[in-house]
């Protein structure tokens, strides 16, 4: 989520470059022609990103159409986006008799201000952390924040058997806290489930607690879980104390831990297939 919040800084930052060069280089009827019709080719490309899931993962959009308003088409979608934006430019530049050189000219100074200030922004907003180790180390503080390790505990699944997060060390773990009447949960979890299809269970899990406290009916929980086909380990979490533990106030709410235990990111929001991937390799 945070390199797209990056994204839309640094897309600000190209229109500010944008608008400045256009005031010295172009007389001031062709340069609001031209802004004007950069504006509209950035929200086309937006739309085109928006809608790419539709091309990229229909099976997921059939399974769950609320996808549409949650997520996007990812980093492939954006390519798309891009490409649409610069094709809607140049046609609508050309019919505008706009030359190819003042095309060209303006395509590289708006480009050029995007990625310089995507990487100003991005260095502000996210300066290097030091990496995680815990080789060598005693002990490791137990807590929520990154680098902590995660606290432990044990629910039963949906039949009943018990699931305790340390016996899962040698893996990694995404905990995610949930709720049947979510809407952006009812979003995520197909999005959950044909990840793990795809992973090698031995290496990577999925730990899906239902905060059961909240449910106006627990019964629907066995049916939610039924009729979407979920094949990851479902816990219940029936007194509140594991979601009270984990600070899940707004769900769903997600912990990325690794393969030692340690907690590597908390992720508040829904999550789609391509971010639980990335977020996935970027831990050991």
């Not at 502000?124 to 180790?133: G, M, Q």
């Not at 789609?272 to 990335?278: S, V």
């Amino acid at each position: 989520m945070m390199k797209w919040i990056v994204l839309g800084f640094a897309i600000v930052i190209g229109f500010i470059f944008l608008k400045l060069w256009m005031l010295r280089s172009q007389k001031e009827e062709s340069g609001k022609k031209l802004f004007d019709l950069a504006l509209n080719s950035v929200f086309w490309g937006f739309l085109i990103w928006k809608g790419s899931l539709l091309l990229l993962e229909p099976k997921l959009i059939i399974e769950s159409p609320m996808s549409l308003l949650y997520f996007t088409g990812g980093t492939n979608g954006f390519i798309l986006g891009t490409l649409g934006a610069f094709i809607y430019f140049f046609v609508k530049a050309r019919k505008l008799r706009i030359t190819n050189l003042i095309i060209l000219q303006s395509t590289v100074v708006f480009a050029f201000a995007v990625m310089s200030g995507y990487f100003l922004v991005n260095l502000f907003l996210n300066p290097d952390k030091p990496k995680v180790n815990t080789a060598g180390t005693k002990t490791v503080e137990i807590g929520l924040q990154e680098g902590n390790k995660a606290p432990d505990f044990q629910l039963k699944t949906l039949n009943g058997t018990d699931v305790k997060l340390s016996d899962l060390q040698g893996k990694k773990v995404i905990l995610n806290f949930w709720a049947t009447w979510c809407p952006p949960c009812k979003a995520e979890i197909p999005h959950m489930q044909d990840f793990y299809e795809s992973r090698d269970k031995t290496k990577v899990e999925i730990l899906a607690i239902n905060l059961t406290t909240s449910e106006k009916n627990p019964g629907n929980v066995k049916k939610f879980v039924k009729d979407k086909n979920v094949t990851f380990p479902v816990l219940l979490d029936n007194d509140g104390n594991i979601g009270d533990q984990y600070q899940a106030i707004t769900i769903p709410t997600s912990y990325l831990i690794d393969s030692q235990g340690i907690v590597r990111k908390k992720i508040v929001g829904p999550m789609d297939k391509d971010m639980i991937n990335q977020l996935i390799e970027n831990v050991d």
